[in-house]
């Protein structure tokens, strides 16, 4: 089984910033494209968007031009810069392969509040 773990996330005022990373332990995702999710309060997971191999993005329409994902292959890394956070953001944010083909990590709780 892969290990994924998630980090970065915390309490960040409206209009703030967060860097959320996950790391892959026990396999490459290199060669997948990678999905961020997040699941809130009393709600099923949903797709945030995902990276290709080679760069390709898509992201949900309620965080385009806010949410950009990265990765670094070398470090089996993906990244999740998040600007302009609001109050609907507030989720545990997970991260996987486009096709959930990973076990689920613990997740990162953000909460965006004043």
């Known amino acids: 089984q892969v290990q994924l773990v998630e980090s970065g996330g915390g309490l960040v005022q409206p209009g703030g910033s967060l860097r959320l990373s996950c790391a892959a332990s026990g396999s490459s995702f290199s060669d997948n494209a990678m999905a961020w999710y997040r699941q809130a309060p009393g709600k099923q997971r949903e797709w945030v968007g995902y990276?290709?191999?080679?760069?390709?993005?898509k992201y949900l329409d309620s965080v385009k031009g806010r949410f950009t994902i990265s990765r670094d292959s070398a470090k089996n890394e993906v990244y999740l810069h998040m600007n302009d956070l609001k109050p609907e953001d507030t989720a545990v944010y997970y991260c996987n392969r486009i096709d959930s083909g990973f076990h689920w990590g613990q997740g990162t709780q953000v909460t965006v509040s004043s």
């Open positions: 990276i290709t191999r080679d760069g390709y993005t």
